[in-house]
């Protein structure tokens, strides 16, 4: 199954974790002494990092280098009786936590699906760059399919039935998390989501294609977890290797999403966001080629872009839906345009005639 670092110092809090993990199939490490920690994922190089300690600030004040790349996912596991434990958020790792009392299966769902996220974006990671990773595996022939019946088999055989709601859960937190990386004003997904909710109405979207797309939208971006923040709060152009590696994050949001769910359309709608509809895009996709919902996103998501900016100065609204309109029939689809627009321009109120006073003429 999967790599663990169990770190806690109380005997109570973490016994019970490393049995439950180790029964499930996953090497563990229990280390006590919380001071050892960031030294010990850097020498053995967990997939996810699990704190059972009842102050968070006891494993995050601990100075230290982590290991390159892609760091192992922290989640902290709380009793009861702790304090309530704020709502952490870390630019360089994606924290969890799961408070007790928990069901076993919904811990090593939690588990598997966080490990699940690293294994997906350290392989995306080691195909685009080989060399990337001083411990990864010599990329050969046969290095992709190895990956792939590895991630296949480490979760084949599960020794508990896990709950699909947690895998789900995850990937929102991990959207959530990409959203507030991102140089986009916080709040990026909700918003995507209405805009695209306005457009499925304008254009009578059939309710089940519409909750499709809504989950897409919360989750569109979700691929960028893989990016370095530094990328996406550059103020300035990006040089042509960053928008190369750019653009790759719509394929390992599809990716990320097919490993914590099965909604194919809903990964299909995010693979295909950036396309164009005269085939510019990202994939090189035509309209007909492109799934509606796709080309739904990719105006919610420019509308947002424009107008919420966090690190260049946005744009009015006004002028944001001007230029989407310049750009129907040729980036972006003008049945979709004109719904958003339609919802967002505010429409002239006419005054009825039996309002106004007449004028009286002078005698």
Not at 129 to 155: E, F, K, M, Q
């Amino acid at each position: 199954m999967g790599k663990v670092l169990l770190v806690g110092p109380d005997r109570d809090r973490a016994a019970g974790l490393r049995s439950l993990l180790r029964e499930d199939g996953h090497a563990v490490r229990w280390l006590r002494s919380l001071e050892q920690w960031r030294e010990a994922e850097r020498i053995e190089r967990p997939e996810v990092v699990v704190a059972a300690v009842a102050s968070v600030d006891a494993v995050l004040g601990v100075r230290g280098s982590r290991p390159r790349g892609f760091a192992a996912p922290l989640l902290f596991v709380r009793n009861e009786s702790d304090p309530t434990l704020r709502e952490l958020h870390l630019d360089d790792r994606l924290v969890d936590s799961l408070a007790s009392p928990f069901m076993r299966e919904e811990l090593l769902a939690r588990v598997d699906a966080l490990i699940r996220v690293r294994r997906v974006i350290l392989h995306d990671q080691l195909e685009a760059h080989p060399a990337a990773d001083d411990d990864a595996p010599a990329a050969g022939p046969l290095a992709g399919l190895a990956a792939r019946i590895a991630g296949v088999l480490g979760t084949r055989f599960p020794r508990h039935s896990k709950p699909l709601t947690t895998y789900l859960e995850v990937a929102g937190r991990v959207a959530a998390w990409a959203d507030r990386r991102d140089g986009i004003e916080e709040g990026h997904a909700e918003r995507v989501a209405t805009y695209c909710g306005l457009m499925a109405d304008g254009i009578g979207l059939p309710d089940s294609e519409a909750t499709a797309l809504l989950r897409a939208a919360m989750l569109h971006d979700i691929g960028k977890v893989a990016l370095p923040v530094e990328i996406l709060r550059q103020e300035g152009p990006l040089a042509s290797e960053q928008m190369r590696l750019v653009k790759t994050h719509a394929e390992r949001g599809a990716s990320l999403l097919r490993a914590l769910d099965s909604d194919d359309i809903v990964a299909e709608a995010i693979l295909y966001h950036h396309e164009r509809v005269d085939g510019s895009g990202y994939h090189g996709r035509t309209a007909s080629e492109t799934p509606l919902a796709s080309r739904i996103l990719a105006i919610a998501e420019a509308y947002d872009a424009m107008t919420r900016a966090r690190f260049r100065d946005p744009i009015a609204p006004e002028q944001a839906l001007d230029l989407l309109e310049r750009g129907k029939g040729s980036n972006f689809d003008p049945v979709c345009v004109d719904a958003l627009t339609a919802s967002l321009r505010p429409r002239p109120r006419g005054v009825p005639l039996s309002a106004i006073a007449p004028t009286r003429s002078a005698p």
